[in-house]
């Protein structure tokens, strides 16, 4: 198993991360290796870091007031905790989707060609191929061509869920964070949802990191899998190991505990 | 079941209190409305709104006072708007609530927003009519109507701005959108509704305004030729008709009834750009 684990290829190499809110430690010490086009499931009790973690690989934690984060975080060559990459940059490379859908105020059509062009893509018959594009992928293509002008916000819940990530992927991310995607959703939207996170891994080799609270769901798409837990009032990393391993036969008690169901 | 009964009573004399108090706000609303229309129906007419006042006001129109009013007002938005919104934007995207320099901000703006109108008419004239030298003027009105309103407006925008969900920031920045973008696109077009609540607000103060123009654009009646001509707004023609000349009542009416067209055209004006606004997001 270990031997597996290191032929792997790792997209990015986290190192010692520890995150503050004000004083108070969210989680500390946290060092792991996300490997390349497979989905990495982070599972955990609530209030155990999870988010936040997510929120340091793609710098969102810049924009939290108070909060200060320690450690290193490699993608490649880059040097993600430098304070001074270029964050759009950055956050094009890695995508995120969060828990509450929440597309923008605008049409279906611009909620995807706002931040195109915003990234530069000035041809709009290129921003028209990559909306019907996004769309296919995300299979809304049909549910939504005759209303493109319609307002986003009257999409339903897993509608709005499925342009968010469609949106997300029209920037071409190498990663995509997920927190909790579909747990805002009913389960019937949840499935699709999960689908559509099976089918991007599978079609396009996306490197995914998603954050769950559903084991089963878990257990069902992970190619890997880690859990974080509360020890004291500050998150830790407790266990990381191919979703096999992690599942059937871990190596912490804690973990066999959560995944049997008796703790968390 | 007896408390029951009583709590019923009590319930019912509640509930028609609440709507007594709105009823007769309206009714005294209407009143007052219909007072105007009757007394001032019979002057309006396209000579009055296009010819000048004769006899001090009792015969004739209003038309230089019409000009007069409009561009004041015109001074004065072209002013408060641009300011009024950049400090809102300062207010609420790049100064946290501890910063001091916000706080002291925000609770000046507070103060000056209850601050009596004739306070601003004296500044007006000590520092735009003698400090800087624009005398009685068309542009010392607008300038102090512009002060006038600037707390209305910064506040209802900022209002509008941090009423903006977090999510909305969160998930523009992570999708590697620019700050400035996020502002123009996103931030902007919510705080909208804000502005246009604040800006009719403050219109409205502006253009019932007597006491900050009198020692600013002065009340002559004729018509401006430049903006550094003195002008007298319509408020002020209004309470020189019915203050100072004898016989001038109807005319007065006639006035304080354009007076109100305006205004209601402004509210209307005001709420078709906002369903205008929320059709087209
Ligand atoms: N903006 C913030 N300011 C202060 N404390 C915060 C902030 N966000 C989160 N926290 C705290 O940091 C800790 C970790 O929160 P986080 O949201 O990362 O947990 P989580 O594992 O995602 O929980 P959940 O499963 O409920 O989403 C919690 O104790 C939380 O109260
Ligand atoms: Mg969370």
Redesign the interface.
């Given at each position: 198993m270990i031997n597996e684990m290191t032929e792997i290829q790792s997209l990015m190499q986290i190192q010692q991360l520890s995150l503050r809110y004000q004083q108070k430690l969210a989680f500390q010490d946290i060092t792991l290796s996300i490997p390349q086009n497979s989905i990495t499931a982070i599972v955990g009790p609530s209030g155990c870091g999870k988010s936040s973690f997510l929120t340091c690989l793609n710098r969102l934690s810049d924009l939290i007031p108070g909060c200060t984060v320690s450690g290193h975080i490699q993608l490649g060559t880059l040097n993600i905790r430098n304070p001074k990459i270029n964050t759009t940059a950055l956050r094009r490379r890695i995508g995120m989707i969060f828990q509450k859908p929440n597309p923008f105020p605008m049409s279906i059509e611009k909620n995807i060609t706002f931040p195109l062009k915003e990234h530069g893509i000035k041809n709009a018959q290129e921003r028209d191929r990559i909306v019907e594009q996004v769309l296919q992928d995300v299979g809304l293509w049909s549910e939504v061509k005759d209303r493109l002008q319609a307002n986003a916000l009257n999409l339903s819940g897993g509608q709005k869920q499925r342009l968010c990530i469609a949106r997300t992927l029209a920037l071409q991310p190498e990663i995509l964070l997920m927190d909790e995607p579909c747990s805002a959703l009913d389960p019937i939207a949840s499935g699709i949802v999960e689908d559509l996170i099976i089918s991007l891994r599978q079609k396009y080799n996306y490197t995914i990191i998603i954050v769950t609270h559903n084991l089963a769901q878990a257990k069902r798409i992970a190619d890997y899998a880690a859990l974080f837990w509360v020890d004291g009032s500050c998150g830790r990393l407790i266990e990381f190991a191919p979703a096999e391993q992690f599942f059937n036969a871990p190596n912490h008690e804690l973990t066999q505990a959560y995944v049997n169901g008796i703790k968390g | 079941m007896i408390v029951n009964e009583k709590q019923q009573g009590i319930d019912r004399i509640i509930s028609l209190l609440f709507w007594f108090v709105p009823l007769l706000i309206t009714a005294i609303f209407i009143w007052i409305l219909g007072d105007i229309v009757r007394g001032g129906i019979g002057q309006l007419n396209w000579a009055f709104l296009t010819t000048a006042p004769i006899d001090t006001g009792r015969q004739g129109g209003i038309a230089p006072i019409l000009v007069s009013t409009l561009l004041i007002l015109g001074v004065c938005l072209v002013v408060s708007l641009p300011i009024g919104i950049g400090t809102a934007i300062l207010l609420a995207e790049f100064t946290?609530n501890s910063n001091w320099f916000g706080r002291l901000v925000r609770r000046s703006l507070d103060v000056l927003a209850g601050v009596p109108s004739i306070v601003f008419g004296l500044f007006g004239n000590a520092f735009f009519s003698k400090t800087l030298g624009l005398g009685f003027s068309i542009l010392s009105g607008g300038l102090t109507l512009a002060c006038m309103v600037l707390p209305i407006l910064i506040r209802s925008t900022e209002a509008g701005l941090s009423a903006v969900?977090i999510?909305?920031?969160?998930?523009?920045?992570?999708?590697?959108?620019?700050r400035t973008?996020t502002l123009w696109?996103?931030l902007l077009?919510?705080a909208t509704p804000g502005l246009l609540v604040g800006l009719v607000l403050g219109i409205g103060r502006a253009i019932a305004e007597t006491a900050a123009l009198i020692f600013t654009s002065g009340y002559v009646d004729r018509m401006p030729t430049s903006l550094l001509d003195s002008g007298r707004s319509l408020s002020i023609h209004i309470f020189d008709l019915s203050m100072n000349v004898t016989g001038g009542d109807a005319n007065a009416y006639g006035s304080a009834l354009v007076l109100i067209l305006i205004l209601l055209l402004i509210n209307a004006i005001a709420a078709w750009l906002a369903s205008k606004y929320n059709r087209s997001?």
């Open positions: - | 946290s969900p999510e909305y920031r969160l998930s523009s920045a992570s999708l590697g959108i620019s973008s696109h996103l077009p919510a997001l």
